[in-house]
């Protein structure tokens, strides 16, 4: 069936370097994504958004680039810190009229002090 | 302003028993989702209100569970009779539009069934 998914299930990254997070999806018909952050014993955090008429957005410290050719999606952290440690989650809104976000199952980032 | 929230925090029930689980969206937020969260997975949803009508129950695993939402505002999800596989983290979310989009959640009640 169609579904959200990622790549690497765990990442560990040295403090102060770049992350990069993939997600693959494969409704073609999705037109919103939205990245997560879900710190231990908490509800997932909005990080950031794009639109499918965008192929990439920046915000601070993180970009989101969406390639739709491929049906793929990156979440980069710039200089990466230990409080960016978390469990990340891509979602995708199906389009007009759903109501409903499909989520992955998450990659764990550990950034290494 | 605050954010979503929800309790108990936690809860420890005997399998059998009925549990409730409450939500406090966003104040103005007209959408209001429940999502499951087993351990080391995503979110599963459940159940999505638009003000207080649920147009999609689909996602409900049995009829053991149901939700409501009174008000436009607080929601409940009660699981009945729990089982052990009901053990999971409960998270609720909030939008201000019903289009599943900017969802904000809280910070999620954890039901463990012994």
């Known amino acids: 069936g169609e579904s959200v998914g990622l790549h690497l299930p765990t990442l560990s990254v040295q403090e102060g370097d770049n992350s990069i997070i993939n997600c693959a999806y494969s409704n073609s018909a999705s037109d919103y994504f939205i990245w997560y952050k879900q710190e231990s014993g908490k509800g997932p955090q909005f990080i950031i958004d794009i639109r499918s008429n965008m192929d990439k957005r920046q915000g601070q410290r993180v970009t989101v680039l969406l390639n739709k050719t491929v049906k793929h999606l990156s979440l980069q952290i710039a200089a990466t810190q230990p409080g960016d440690s978390a469990v990340y989650f891509c979602?995708?809104?199906?389009?007009?009229?759903?109501?409903?976000?499909?989520f992955g199952k998450g990659t764990k980032l550990s950034v290494i002090p | 302003g605050a954010g979503v929230s929800q309790s108990p925090s936690n809860k420890v029930t005997e399998k059998g028993k009925d549990v409730e689980l409450r939500c406090d969206p966003i104040s103005g937020h007209t959408a209001l989702y429940w999502y499951r969260q087993s351990l080391g997975q995503g979110l599963e949803f459940l159940i999505y209100f638009q003000g207080n009508s649920a147009p999609d129950k689909s996602g409900l695993p049995s009829d053991r569970f149901s939700a409501e939402r009174t008000g436009g505002s607080v929601s409940t999800l009660t699981i009945q009779r729990t089982q052990q596989e009901d053990s999971a983290v409960y998270l609720c979310?909030?939008?201000?539009?019903?289009?599943?989009?900017?969802?904000?959640f809280g910070p999620g009640t954890r039901l463990t069934v012994t």
């Open positions: 979310a909030s939008s201000i539009v019903a289009e599943g989009r900017e969802q904000y």
């Open positions: 979602a995708e809104d199906r389009g007009a009229g759903s109501y409903q976000l499909t």
